[in-house]
């Protein structure tokens, strides 16, 4: 291998080819991504040169000979570079579902030739933008991809920008990424979250603000585009009809929000399907207030406690 980030494959025929010589099979790549890349070439050649061998990487080598009968046992060779700082920052940084205080941040890795090694953390600056202070940073242990932001100032500005980490440091900056926190008089609703995930349902709950209008409906969004409309003066909705052990987000707006509504975000898991009947009562109860009850049992290979 070399700085430059090529590497350099020779190989001799095999002493035993059982036939004439018929050309080559090289099947090669990084450890960590499929399929391995395969160039044939015929039995004249003798080497080969790849490009783009990132740095902190392992890559596997395996080529093989060929007659006419086919292809023999490979030869395997497996080389690890050295790791370095990153060269490349995250991409997609952002910024979405802004609150009055908060900021649901995400984003994707750095690309896979920038990387040079494994990621182990991010680093996210955020500021006011009409402030003079210095930026606020915080550290997001990998492969989290997203952040949320919270104890900010209503009806602001703020910049953001995010770094990446291997073990030998961290790597550039990306471009900064803005929003805006939502003014106070237009918060309609506080403390949006799962009160309870069950195996197909979710029980969202929140909070009205006293100063909030009830006329105005909410809006809750999930799944890829479904909606369900709640009356503004409820506190909490039991959303059904959901899958099993499946990741959700809810978005909860409101009809009047001119910024399109997109205040309060929350994820969460459905429970697993384990209990696939109810439990039932084996006879009456006796004279000592007990009662025998049959429980099912638990159709899952996970561990249960």
């Not at 990132?54 to 080529?63: D, E, I, M, P, V």
């Not at 909860?252 to 009947?277: C, E, F």
Request: with cysteine; proline share 7%; net charge neutral.
């Amino acid at each position: 291998t070399t700085n430059m980030g090529t590497a350099l494959l020779q190989w001799h025929p095999p002493a035993i080819t059982h036939g004439p010589l018929q050309g080559y099979r090289l099947r090669f790549g990084r450890k960590d991504v499929d399929p391995l890349t395969v160039i044939e070439f015929p039995e004249r050649e003798n080497h080969y040169t790849t490009k783009e061998i990132h740095k902190g990487a392992s890559y596997t080598f395996r080529l093989s000979a060929r007659n006419k009968v086919g292809f023999g046992e490979e030869t395997v060779k497996e080389v690890t570079t050295n790791e370095e700082v990153p060269s490349g920052y995250p991409q997609n940084i952002k910024a979405e579902g802004a609150s009055t205080s908060t900021v649901q941040v995400s984003w994707q890795p750095v690309l896979l030739a920038e990387r040079n090694g494994q990621i182990v953390k991010y680093a996210l600056q955020y500021k006011d933008i009409n402030s003079p202070r210095s930026p606020s940073e915080l550290f997001i242990t990998a492969p989290e991809s997203t952040v949320l932001l919270d104890g900010l100032r209503a009806d602001t500005t703020y910049d953001i920008k995010m770094c990446a980490f291997t073990s030998k440091g961290s790597g550039p900056y990306s471009p900064s990424v803005q929003f805006r926190t939502q003014p106070v008089d237009q918060v309609f609703a506080k403390n949006f979250h799962v009160r309870a995930a069950m195996k197909t349902s979710v029980l969202l709950t929140w909070e009205i603000p006293d100063t909030y209008n009830p006329a105005q409906p909410f809006t809750i969004l999930y799944d890829n585009g479904q909606s369900v409309e709640v009356d503004g003066k409820l506190t909490q909705k039991l959303i059904t009809g959901l899958q099993p052990e499946t990741q959700y987000s809810f978005l909860l707006t409101n009809r009047g929000n001119s910024a399109g509504g997109l205040q309060h975000r929350v994820s969460t898991m459905t429970a697993p399907d384990v209990l696939r009947t109810k439990p039932y009562m084996i006879g009456k109860t006796n004279s000592d207030g007990m009662v025998t009850v049959e429980l099912p049992s638990v159709q899952t290979s996970e561990r249960v406690r």
